[in-house]
């Protein structure tokens, strides 16, 4: 990333936190190559990553009044929800106070009465009851590794299936690899009868898991994407495209 300048960097207990810039992005990362966030300075509500637009195909499936994001990054997704209703109740989870504090003070976070930041494991959280349930859940659990460990386990599975309500939907970001994680799909149709994915030219594997079928009409969901893609601020029908039931290979 040599093409960016550093603004700040510092240590805390699980690593390096690097805030970078140039002239039109600011780029939050956990290690050396690595883009945990990047937010584009004159629209920070619009995704640069393709994993984030992925993510938000759910809004064309529910109009959520409360949503917690678990994995706080720069808050990319956060400004994003915000662009698309302002009214929602969000509570986002972050393990690292320091992401928190850099979040705020480089990343334009959008502080309000609506927003509410849990400094705390995410795991552990959901663990622990009780949490007002929510109409939808994003997972976005990565440090400089790769997904968070126990992110992906049972447990942790049944605990955000809890955390939502009986319509909600979990959002969960995977890397490729795991849309052949034939034990990884097993474990969310024990949950949620219904799983659907997305896989995204970054190289993630976007997962989308509910108790109720979500909509797969291809023309009206086209039609809608169209809508959704103006109030955002960006285009979701590259995402939509890849867009389907989570099947068996």
Known sequence: MSEYRTLVKAEDQWGTVTV???AEQRLLAFGEHDEQSKLLKATPHIP???YLRAMLLVLLFAKPRSVMVLGLGGGVLIHALRQFDAAIRITAVELRPLVIDFCKRYFRLPLSKKLTLIEADALVYLAQSPHKRVDLLFCDLFDSHGVAAGALS???????QRQLKADGILVLN???????????LAKLQTLFPEVYACLTGSGNWV??????P???AQAELKRQASQLSQR???ELQPSLSR??????T
């Open 243 to 248: 867009f389907g039931r989570w099947q068996k």
């Open 214 to 216: 979500l909509p797969t």
């Open 207 to 212: 997962v989308f898991a509910s108790a109720k």
């Open 232 to 234: 955002l601020g960006f």
């Open 48 to 50: 640069k990553h393709t």
């Open 154 to 160: 049972t447990a942790f599975l049944q605990h955000c």
């Open 20 to 22: 970078l810039e140039d």
């Open 174 to 184: 995977c890397w490729k690899e795991h849309s052949r994680d034939a034990a990884l």
